[in-house]
């Protein structure tokens, strides 16, 4: 599986990989302590420094994959059509009372996810029936096989990678 990322994800992959590495000399020496506290069956501390240096190299496993396998995207787009880190307004058709609905969205790369913050990523259903489309353009949306739904394309507003967007952890 390849990952369409930029240059600032993969520059804030690094950056954290490098934390990470840092940070795993101290978590297998905190694992070392809290073995040497006795009983292991009973030692909530041992499991515990056990369980955070498993997620520590979990997400160093993690983001060397996904450097390894990015391809690089580029963010510049064309005037009007909807690009990556654009802010893009939309209307909804189909709501619950009947009156279109608007709401502005960030369409992002998957690393930058964040739906609470309206940052959608361009692989989502959304992202992908509106990426490279044009302002004024109906799209469908296809979430699965059964569920779709209409959405109009109102404005674009281009927009620029922002190294400020965090990535996503799990």
Do not use: W
Not at 99 to 108: A, D, F, G, N, Y
Not at 112 to 127: A, M, Q
């Amino acid at each position: 599986m390849h990952n369409e990322l930029t240059e600032v994800d993969i520059q804030k992959m690094k950056e954290e990989l490098a934390a990470r590495k840092a940070a795993a000399p101290k978590l297998r020496e905190a694992v070392k302590e809290a073995r040497a506290l006795g009983d292991l069956s009973e030692n909530d501390e041992y499991r515990s420094a056990k369980r955070e240096l498993g997620r520590n190299n979990s997400r160093i496993r993690y983001l060397e994959n996904m450097i390894k396998t990015a391809i690089i995207v580029k963010t510049d787009s064309t005037e009007g059509v909807v690009g990556l880190f654009d802010e893009i307004e939309l209307q909804y058709e189909d709501t619950e009372d009947g009156e279109p609905e608007t709401r502005k969205i960030r369409l992002v790369t998957t690393l930058r996810n964040d739906v609470f913050n309206n940052c959608i990523s361009k692989e989502s259903p959304l992202g992908r029936a509106i990426f490279g489309r044009r302002v004024g353009e109906r799209v469908i949306v296809h979430v699965n096989d059964k569920v779709s739904y209409p959405v109009i394309i109102k404005s674009v507003t281009k927009g620029h990678d922002d190294p400020n967007l965090p990535i996503t952890g799990y």
